[in-house]
């Protein structure tokens, strides 16, 4: 009776890992795609408080901030998106940012109102997220380090994010006076995403550029380049036409002459 209760008990045993394993092996093979983190322009879309930068949109939607004297003072703000594609069963998200600190200062950071984690506010469960911390890397560039992550209460069912998605905003004042031009970019040692059952991964990365231009200096608009092209062959379809109108009336006269 002993030998057949133990023998029921590692049968038991034998099935529950056998089940931890399996998941363990789904969760993997859900995140074998890695995820991409980048960092884009949204322009003043739902802050527009904290974005005093020139509003043209020119680069929104990209991963470009691109902004000129003539539209942007010094000491204007901007802020970008930090954004996740491509992701399944997110529980929790570290991120290393590296900035040229003698073009652009810190200014804030926060969790927009349809952020990843959304539904954990909503819930009512603890959000883990401290403060947005800084290193020195050397003279001129500064490494931006935060995180967040998420506790599910013992009676509630498990929940993960999964697709695409904004984790955080970073607003970022300019404070070099015209002539600046700097990538914004991914630390990969201080970047991760976490996964259900504790699995880490460092995610597929895309940096940002920042340019700050004086007017003199600003590139021309397809639009200008395109008027620019049409007037070019109107003047040489003109000027075609014309000579051709002049051969014409020379041609005529030497006949008549003739």
Not at 57 to 83: A, K, L, Q
Not at 190 to 213: C, D, E, H
Request: proline residues 3%; hydrophobic residues 45%.
């Amino acid at each position: 009776m002993i030998k057949k209760k133990i023998r029921i008990v590692g049968i038991i045993l034998f099935l529950l890992i056998a089940a931890a394993i399996y998941s363990m092996q789904q969760a993997h093979t859900l995140n074998d795609a890695s995820a991409i983190i980048s960092l884009t322009n949204p322009g003043p879309d739902g802050y527009p408080v904290k974005w005093t930068a020139s509003t043209n949109p020119r680069s929104f939607g990209t991963s470009d901030f691109i902004f000129y004297s003539n539209e942007t003072s010094v000491d204007s703000t901007f802020f970008m998106n930090v954004s996740i594609n491509n992701v399944e069963n997110l529980m929790g998200w570290g991120i290393g940012i590296v900035y040229d600190k003698t073009i652009l200062s810190y200014s804030s950071a926060w969790r927009p109102s349809d952020h990843v984690f959304r539904f954990v506010e909503d819930k009512g469960w603890d959000i883990v997220a401290p403060d947005v911390t800084f290193a020195d890397i050397n003279a001129t560039h500064k490494r931006l380090m935060w995180g967040c992550a998420y506790i599910i209460p013992e009676e509630e069912e498990s929940w993960t994010f999964n697709g695409s998605g904004t984790l955080c905003q970073i607003q970022f004042k300019i404070i070099k006076d015209k002539l600046a031009e700097t990538f914004i970019e991914w630390d990969q040692e201080w970047t991760a995403v976490y996964y259900y059952l504790g699995i880490k991964q460092i995610p597929t990365v895309k940096n940002a550029y920042f340019k700050y231009f004086a007017e003199a200096s600003r590139e021309i608009e397809p639009i200008w380049i395109w008027i620019a092209t049409v007037a070019v062959v109107i003047i040489v379809v003109g000027t075609i036409v014309l000579n051709y109108k002049i051969k014409s009336k020379k041609i005529s006269k030497d006949g008549k002459k003739g």
